[in-house]
């Protein structure tokens, strides 16, 4: 059984946005920091944003002032808001928590 499971993208237009969550379900899930990653064809993943425990956000520069993360630990979920989307936002988007990953969501930035 995934632990994570992920909800949200799909097709965009530039300067669009969209929504993207996680829900988990580990009983300790605040006691672990969360985060989004992308992953390009060919390439490794690399994380875009990430929240501590205490609700302490860190961006990548690409998505710095366009990208919020934030975590419900009552609904336990880590949420990705990304707005004002660029063409090379299009990825695979997989949350992370702990040693869990979700399954992976495309999100597609085009006309």
């Not at 632990?3 to 605040?30: A, I, K, T, W, Y």
């Not at 366009?66 to 880590?78: L, P, W």
Request: glycine letters at 10%; a neutral charge; proline letters at 2%.
């Amino acid at each position: 059984q995934r632990q994570l499971v992920e909800s949200g993208g799909g097709l965009v237009q530039p300067g669009g946005s969209l929504r993207l969550s996680c829900r988990s379900s580990r009983d300790d899930f605040s006691d672990f920091s969360g985060a989004w990653y992308r992953q390009y064809p060919g390439k490794q993943r690399e994380r875009v944003a990430l929240v501590y425990t205490d609700g302490t956000t860190v961006y990548d520069d690409s998505v710095k002032g366009r990208f919020t993360i934030t975590r419900d630990d009552v609904k336990r979920t880590i949420d990705l808001q990304m707005n004002n989307h660029q063409r090379e936002d299009t990825a695979i988007y997989y949350c992370n928590h702990f040693i869990s990953w979700g399954q992976g969501t495309q999100v597609t930035v085009s006309e």
